[in-house]
Nanobody, 117 residues
C-alpha cells in the first residue's frame, strides 16, 4: 500500500521558516517523481514544487521561487520542502504527492502551515 505521511507543519510568523517532510512507503521511492501541492482555504490545490527521481530536475511555482527548496533522500524514502521567508499567503494545507505516468496519483493527508502577519 502506497503511503505518504507529511510532517513539519505549524504556526510561524511572517519571515520565518519551516521544513516539511514526507515519509513514503509502499513503492520504489527512488524511481518516482514526487512533489508538494498546497490548498489555501476557499482555493483550489496548486502545485508548489516537484523533484525528479534522481533529484536532478526540479520545478517551483513562481510564487515560491527563491524562498522554497525541495530535496529528497532516497536512502530514507523522504521528501523535504524547506520554506524560508514565509508569507501569510503561504498559509495552506501542504500535501505530498507522487507522480506516475504524468498524473499525480497518490496524495498524503496533508500538514497545515499557518503564517501569521
Amino acid at each position: 500500500e502506497v503511503q505518504l505521511v507529511e510532517s513539519g507543519g505549524g504556526l510561524v510568523q511572517a519571515g520565518g521558516s519551516l521544513r516539511l517532510s514526507c515519509l513514503a512507503s509502499g513503492f520504489t521511492f527512488g524511481s518516482a517523481t514526487i512533489g508538494w501541492y498546497r490548498q489555501a482555504p476557499g482555493k483550489e490545490r496548486d502545485r508548489v514544487s516537484c523533484i525528479s527521481s534522481g533529484g536532478g530536475s526540479t520545478f517551483y511555482a513562481d510564487s515560491v521561487k527563491g524562498r522554497f527548496t525541495i530535496s529528497r533522500d532516497n536512502a530514507k524514502n523522504t521528501l523535504y520542502l524547506q520554506m524560508n521567508s514565509l508569507k501569510p499567503e503561504d498559509t495552506a494545507v501542504y500535501y505530498c504527492v507522487r507522480k506516475t505516468g504524468g498524473q499525480y496519483d497518490y496524495w498524503g493527508h496533508g500538514t497545515q502551515v499557518t503564517v501569521s502577519s
